[in-house]
């Protein structure tokens, strides 16, 4: 099995990591095409990781086309089991300021255009009822708490489709539900690695008000001279989580037997190609 347990996928602004010892760059293809790029794999303190840039480098993909399946299936082909994504949201809450962090625990799915899961030839019901990991989320927000920057414990994200920002009448819809942040990022990827059985938790720079806001009318020079500002932040916030992640408790978390219950198709039913796509995820509770 291999040593290489955490990973972290770096949004808008994060394309590299400060302070990691860059072991390799490892190019993996897999059954779903190419990733968003190749795996930095490092080691920070005692701790191997992989690095991956949700965007690629140069930021090539916008949000729908990121390779979501195969950016799984890579990490997963590694051995990670913990995932920390960071990215970049627009706040829907007065207190939630431009270039506060915040660690979400709900999300509502807004996006159209995008693949659902990662099993297109068998059926297979998560449970999704806490999407961001509750383990790894306590982890981030104990982190959190030795940096002077303002941290937000709790919050739902609205994942919309983009590349469009928002309309006024939707960002006062997503305010009238109690949402307090919206992305682009965080479906179907939370899904995704929720049925990887990997655990997942985001870190959230909230990078404007998005336009519910009279002052604030989302422009993408503003949004990125936040995020800029933040990256050194977030940088630090990553050398104290990624050593202090429980890796001995792996099969404590609920995130490792998230499937167990949740495949229905009869394995006889499976097809080669299907087996080819997702035997990595399925071979612990089906042979062939």
Known sequence: MSDIKVAVVGGSGLY?????????????????????????????????????????????????EIPV????WALKSLGVFWV???SAVGSLRLEIAPR???????????????????FDGLAAHVSFSFPFNPMLRDVLLAASRQLDVRTHDGGTYVCMEGPLFSTRAESELHRSW??????????????LF??????YASVCLATDYDVWHEADHVDVNDVMANVAANVKNVQQLLRIAIPSIPLDREAEND?????????????KLISDEEWARTGLFLKKYISR
């Open 255 to 267: 995130a490792s037997s998230a499937l167990k219950h949740a495949i229905m198709t009869d394995p």
């Open 84 to 86: 920390i994504s960071v």
């Open 16 to 64: 590299a990591m400060e302070g990691l010892e860059i072991l390799e760059e490892r190019a993996i293809p897999t059954p779903f095409g190419d990733p968003s790029d190749r795996i930095i794999i490092g080691r920070l303190g005692e701790h191997k990781v992989a690095f991956l840039p949700r965007h690629g480098r140069g930021h090539r993909y916008n949000p729908t």
């Open 194 to 199: 929720r049925e990887a059985e990997m655990a």
């Open 69 to 72: 399946r195969a950016n799984v």
């Open 100 to 118: 506060d962090f915040v660690v979400p625990d709900q999300v509502i799915d807004r996006t159209r255009s995008r693949v659902n899961t990662l």
């Open 178 to 191: 109690g949402a307090s942040l919206i992305g682009m990022t965080a479906l179907p990827e939370a899904k």
